[in-house]
């Protein structure tokens, strides 16, 4: 008998009993679905923060005044004891491994072009800032060292901010308002995409260092030459912890801090903050494909449950099949068959489902949709795995009936 | 040369710890052509005859040959091998498989034959034509009655061509006027060629054949030519 013809009996089979068949499938389809949803959405999620971590700048460590970090006080800021553009300069000057260290002050103000206008993060920058913090012009160019050194009114837009106000177009030489000053703007800088939560990066508008500190943020709570934070790139992914406490030693002298007290600053690694939060991530995921699987099993066990109560209640026509000349091999290819019938569909049905909820987990997240294709594949050779491994016994018992009992059988 | 040829058949089961002595040494021999009844009290060893001679079973000892070929002791995958081509099966309860129709019942023997699926539907259709009901091909047996079904029955066993034809009790669960055209289908086919041996309690439908076998504690008692028919025909 022929393949085909084995998968057609199978079918006649399955329909007759359609409700059964289709209550025995769903464990396969909880299970086949849920092991690709979970990966699939794993994927997304880490997809996601690979790409957060490029956005941060690779190997950046960022120093902030204060010695705690969120929440909390941060009770060095303003006073005497806060970071100035001076540290920065010596960090990058007395440390070798740091490719770029640069000072950024932060506020926010109103950008206004024509009728329109935005509120949005301003930073001051100085020259190292698009190297450590890995930004990208997409229009025009960046600030020249003159425009530093002057504190010129010119600035560089996000794409958010360019959207906003400009929808598309060219931007360069465009005259905008911000807090009321009138600037030039000079580029565009490339989208980075949604970064760490709700914080939009790309919602912002950068002006050099000088021009920031004397227009726009210098409030009075920011001396001349204080900065808000510090970002240093490191070379080498390796001297991190190494740069770390060099800088400590550094700016601990610095700002004379004697032995036993506490710093007034604090240093974080980004990269290692977002790759502790996607490890808990992994975890999660892990720990669910898992239950995952043994609901495959359980299906798997549902399977062989059935098919043994379809062998026993077709003892019957099994005799009947082997009157007519069925060998032992054509019956327990009959039953093997339509378990395996049974578990890839249920394993189809799980796949479209787990691709649905894939779908609407990354829209609703703002993922991207990673459909893992090789889980995919897996999943149905799985299936039929499970199909073979738990239809064996039932089709062997099916396979081992005597021919003349079984007629006999009511 | 007889086409079936028993010698000193027995056959035991073992019930518990007590073996049960169903066929006790028969011996017999069945031309080609012949239409055979089989008599005798229940629990004679009618059915285990027919079972032995049908390849569904092998023999504890004693030899079974058909058409020249040593079947008592061949493998059960040989042996389904043998029922599928030489042997057609009727059975007192029919054994059609429900929610199938009735032209699938028949081509169901040739589906383990290896024949394509056109060529299945013609001769089963041609089977259902030989009983009478090929304008019954789309029935399904929960719509046909008790006396179609068993001729839907026949025809599945005809449908392979095979050399002999085997019913036990095949009017048993049927009243006597379809029991009786159940009989006069088997004469025909048997007119034409066929081997028949059928099982019976009942004489008259005994009488449809030639020679009578009648068993009694697992032994062939009495093994009677009808002359009469014989004269008559
Ligand atoms: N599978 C079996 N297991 C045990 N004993 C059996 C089995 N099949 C038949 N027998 C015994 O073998 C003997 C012959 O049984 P068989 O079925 O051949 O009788 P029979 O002539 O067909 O009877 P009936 O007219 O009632 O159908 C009986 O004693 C029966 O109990
Ligand atoms: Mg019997």
Same mark, same amino acid.
């Given at each position: ?6 998968? *057609? ?56 005044? $204060?010695?705690? /970090?969120?929440?909390?006080? @941060? ?31 932060? $506020?926010? =103000?109103?950008?206004?072009v024509g009728n329109m206008n ?32 002057n504190g010129a009114k010119v600035? %560089? %837009? ?40 709700? /914080? ?44 770390? +406490? ?9 700002? *004379?801090?004697g032995p036993g007290e506490q ?17 808990? @991530? ?5 720990? +669910? ?46 039953? +093997? ?22 779908? $609407? ?11 893992? /294709?090789? &889980? ?27 021919? &003349? ?6 | ?41 229940? =629990? ?13 079973? @092998?023999?504890?000892? =004693? ?32 054994? %059609? ?48 009655? $008790?006396?179609?079904?068993? @001729? ?82």
């Open positions: 008998m022929s393949l085909f013809e084995l998968v *057609r009996v199978s079918f006649d089979a399955l329909r007759v009993n359609l409700l059964r068949s289709v209550l025995t499938m769903l464990g396969i389809v909880i299970g086949v679905a849920a092991v690709i949803a979970m990966v699939t959405v794993g994927a997304g999620a880490q997809a996601e923060v690979d790409r957060q971590i490029e956005a941060l700048g690779s190997n950046v460590l960022m120093i902030r005044s $204060g010695s705690r /970090w969120f929440g909390g006080a @941060r009770t060095a800021a303003g006073s005497s004891q806060s970071l100035t553009a001076e540290d920065t300069r010596a960090l990058k000057a007395e440390i070798p491994e740091i490719a770029a260290a640069a000072s950024a002050n932060r $506020g926010s =103000g109103q950008v206004v935005w509120s949005t993060t301003i930073y001051g920058i100085d020259a190292d800032y698009m190297i450590a913090r890995n930004w990208e012009i997409a229009q025009g160019r960046e600030f020249e060292p003159a425009e530093f050194r600035a %560089l %837009l996000g794409n958010t901010v360019v959207e906003e106000l400009f929808g598309a177009g060219n931007v360069v030489g465009q005259a905008i308002r911000i807090k009321n000053v009138p600037f030039t703007v000079v580029g565009a800088l490339k989208a980075k995409g949604q970064s760490f939560g709700p /914080w939009d990066q790309d919602d912002t508008v950068m002006v050099p260092f000088k021009t920031a500190e004397g227009r726009l943020l210098g409030k009075s709570t920011h001396r001349t030459g204080s900065v808000r934070d510090i970002y240093v790139s490191v070379g080498d992914a390796d001297a991190m912890d190494l740069v770390e +406490l060099d800088i400590t030693e550094v700016l601990r002298q610095r700002h *004379r801090i710093d007034t600053f604090s240093i974080r690694n980004m990269t290692e903050m977002v790759e502790a939060r996607v490890e808990a @991530r992994q975890i999660f995921n892990m720990l +669910l494909a898992a239950v995952a699987s043994v609901s495959l099993v359980v299906g798997g066990i549902g399977i062989m449950n059935i098919m043994l109560v379809s062998v026993t209640e077709r003892t019957r026509e099994i005799g009947l099949r082997m009157a007519v000349g069925a060998k032992e091999r054509d019956i327990m290819l009959q039953f +093997l068959v339509e378990a395996v019938t049974l578990c890839l569909l249920g394993g189809l049905i799980g796949i479209v489902v787990a691709l649905t909820i894939t779908v $609407g987990v990354a829209e609703i997240a703002g993922w991207p949709v990673l459909v893992q /294709w090789p &889980i995919v594949i897996i999943a149905i050779a799985f299936s039929a795995a499970i199909g073979i491994f738990f239809g064996f016994y039932p089709a062997r018992k099916a396979a081992a009936k005597d021919p &003349i009992e079984a007629l006999r059988s009511e | 040369m007889a086409f079936l040829r028993c010698r000193d058949v027995h056959k035991d089961y073992l019930v518990g710890t007590e073996t049960v002595r169903a066929l006790d040494g028969v011996t017999v021999a069945i031309d080609r052509g012949e239409f055979v009844s089989v008599m005798g009290p229940s =629990g004679s060893g009618k059915s285990t005859f027919m079972n032995l001679v049908g390849c569904l079973d @092998r023999p504890n000892s =004693g030899s079974i040959e058909l058409d020249g070929e040593r079947v008592s002791d061949l493998t059960s995958d040989s042996l389904a091998s043998v029922r599928n081509r030489k042997i057609g099966f009727v059975f007192q309860q029919f054994n %059609l498989l429900g929610r199938t129709s009735a032209l699938d019942n028949v081509a169901l023997p040739l589906l383990y034959a290896g024949v394509d699926r056109g060529e299945r539907t013609t001769r089963a259709d041609e089977a259902l034509a030989r009983v009478g009901l090929a304008d019954r091909a789309q029935h399904v047996p929960a719509q046909l009655s $008790g006396g179609q079904q068993q @001729r839907v029955a026949i025809a599945r066993a005809l449908v392979n061509s095979p050399d002999m034809l085997l019913a036990d009790e095949p009017t048993g669960a049927l009243d006597t006027a379809t029991g009786q055209e159940i009989m006069r289908l088997f004469q025909a086919l048997n007119e034409a060629g066929l081997t028949v041996i059928v099982v019976t309690h009942e004489a008259e439908v005994a009488d449809c054949a030639r020679r009578i076998l009648r068993f009694r504690d697992g032994l062939i008692t009495s093994d009677t030519l009808d002359e009469v028919r014989d004269v008559a025909v």
